[in-house]
């Protein structure tokens, strides 16, 4: 039976990666495969990622997060069964490497193409554990060959035909850039997600972007809760008390508030989106 280490090839999308690349990489020395898919950085993102054995580094303009991945998928780089994703600003930690000998170990489903994982948000140098909802699961462990990346707002879903599981083990998410990064981060991903809710209406969210009848049915219920008013007020409730983000701490309190400017940004985005016909004609 072969081995995770020799079954898996890492997916790394990279574009100014030099502050959070190392320490990626570093969690990585495991795996003998990596592709470091570059949208042409302009800092050491490229020198870092070849000092690194087992590290291909490809080049490809950048269009979107979902094409960039579609991309490296049929480029014939990836020639492991499986391919596990990874942001620049991510870590294996070693009991995530545990759980995939564990897995590797038991009898294969060859239904299985894919396998959804939690991540813990560390920020401040603190796990946020309550006001980041964890566990939220996201898929990153799939079969390249049963695989495509649909662009959904800002994030990219990895649609697999086959069955979907779970790992019981947690990658980490530490971003080391600074909070200017991360607000401009999220003014561009407010952008996206605000043209993504303007492109669902009604029963035509079933056809948008080869989305399955349920995930649509899930963006049209974001629309209608953003639009409700006042709802970053009660997005930071939810969080805040609900979700008990007060466990946290004070960091807890700052992450809560930038998430819900975060939902009141869209939403604003939102209308204007609405209002551009009415004020062209």
Not at 6 to 22: A, G, H
Not at 46 to 68: L, T
Not at 100 to 109: F, I, N, T
Not at 157 to 180: F, M
């Amino acid at each position: 039976m072969a081995d995770y280490q020799s079954e898996i090839t890492v997916l790394i999308p990279t574009l100014n990666e030099e502050l959070n690349l190392s320490h990626c990489l570093e969690s990585l020395r495991w795996c003998p495969r990596i592709i470091v898919v570059d949208s042409f950085s302009t800092d050491k993102t490229e020198e870092i990622s070849r000092s690194y054995k087992g590290v291909v580094f490809a080049k490809h303009r950048f269009e979107s997060m979902a094409a960039q991945l579609n991309w490296v998928l049929r480029s014939g780089l990836v020639q492991t069964p499986w391919s596990l994703l990874l942001a620049a600003d991510e870590k294996v930690p070693p009991d995530f490497c545990a759980s995939l000998e564990r897995r590797w170990s038991e009898p294969a489903h060859p239904s299985t193409a894919a396998y959804e994982v939690p991540y813990r948000v560390i920020m401040w140098g603190r796990w946020l554990r309550y006001s980041s909802e964890y566990p939220l699961y996201q898929r990153r462990l799939f079969r390249p060959d049963r695989a495509s990346i649909l662009q959904e707002g800002h994030t990219e879903k990895i649609l697999v035909n086959g069955q979907v599981r779970r790992l019981g083990a947690d990658l980490i998410h530490e971003n080391l850039r600074s909070l200017a990064d991360w607000y401009g981060k999220h003014n561009r991903y407010s952008d996206l997600e605000a043209r993504a809710l303007l492109s669902v209406d009604g029963d035509s969210a079933t056809r948008v972007g080869g989305r399955d009848r349920n995930d649509a049915r899930r963006v049209a219920l974001k629309r209608r809760l953003i639009l409700l008013p006042g709802f970053h007020v009660l997005y930071f409730i939810y969080l805040f008390l609900c979700r008990r983000g007060w466990m946290d701490g004070i960091p807890g309190y700052w992450y809560c508030m930038m998430r819900s400017h975060y939902m009141f940004q869209t939403k604003l985005k939102f209308k204007e989106l609405r209002m551009q016909p009415r004020v062209r004609g």
